[in-house]
């Protein structure tokens, strides 16, 4: 991300909520999540376009930002984004917040949750959110939404929307959710963000829209001219992945072999990558 505005702003937090609504998401346009689709492109780009002073002062300060997104004590990164998207719809004055992690419940059982409902020029739009960093586990099946995993193998790209589109997105067209905005939803969208990751360079296909950064086995770092400057620990895998400056004369930092599971670095030539353990991936 090089847009002008985004290498004026100095505050990491800033950058942050900058980052999430504007880098490019993760996932493909040819990714089928139908009878829905990505958040619209259209109006990301004009939330760009009209923001421009809404960043710079929010720059300067930056207090009320840094408050709202730190009440919670709990630092998942999912979390963290959804509370800087709150505090962005809550104070742009183009958008108004129609309702947030709202409850649905059956028999007093809650079965699901809204994250947002906005209303941005009339329109009343529903958007459920996911920031997910998926790494490619075999190379051969990257057109395979189930190959792109979570750094511990724990789910899959797959089923992460199979999820959204099957159960949360549809949760919009609920009783209680209508009665409580009073409005009918014009359209539903997922908004996700994120970056993928992948061992060998691909092209964009049907999964990534762009090319991924790449990961890189613990013995082949060794091997290798590349040399980490930065662990990037959960929540600060944002903007972090994005930095507006070099650093001078970074040093080295030391990653402990045998590696237990994937940490994200930044390395010395500004790019960003999972070190893996060398058996990653291949005995699932």
């Known amino acids: 991300m090089q847009s002008k505005v985004y290498l004026q702003l100095k505050n990491k937090t800033v950058r942050d909520l900058y980052w999430l609504l504007f880098s490019e998401p993760p996932l493909s346009l040819d990714y089928d999540l139908s009878p829905y689709s990505l958040f619209p492109g259209e109006i990301l780009r004009e939330w760009q376009e009209s923001t421009v002073a809404y960043f710079i002062e929010l720059d300067k300060n930056s207090s009320d930002l840094e408050q709202f997104v730190n009440r919670r004590r709990n630092r998942r990164l999912g979390f963290y984004a959804e509370a800087l998207l709150s505090y962005f719809f809550q104070t742009f004055n183009e958008i108004e917040l129609l309702l ?47 190959s792109w995993v979570g750094p ?6 797959e089923l992460k929307l199979g999820k959204i589109v099957k159960n949360q997105i549809p949760m919009g067209l609920n009783i209680e959710v209508q009665e409580k905005i009073n409005k009918a939803i014009d359209a539903s969208h997922l908004f996700i963000k994120g970056v993928f990751f992948a061992e060998e360079a691909i092209a964009p296909g049907r999964i990534n829209r762009l090319v991924p950064n790449l ?7 060794k091997a290798s001219n590349i040399e980490a400057i930065e662990k990037l620990s959960r929540p600060n895998w944002l903007s972090a992945l994005a930095p507006i400056k070099k650093m001078k004369s970074p040093k080295a930092l030391k990653i402990e072999d045998p590696l237990k599971n994937p940490i994200l670095f930044m390395f010395n030539d500004q790019q960003a990558r999972f070190v893996v353990p060398d058996d990653w991936g291949k005995n699932s």
């Open 100 to 146: 947030q992690n709202f409850q649905i419940n059956i028999h007093k059982k809650t079965i699901g949750e809204i994250d947002f409902i906005i209303e941005y020029k009339g329109k009343v739009i529903h958007l459920e959110c996911s920031v997910k960093y998926y790494m490619l586990k075999n190379l051969k099946d990257f057109n395979v939404g189930s």
């Open 152 to 157: 511990r193998l724990r789910d899959n790209l």
């Open 215 to 221: 990961f890189i086995r613990i013995s082949d770092l």
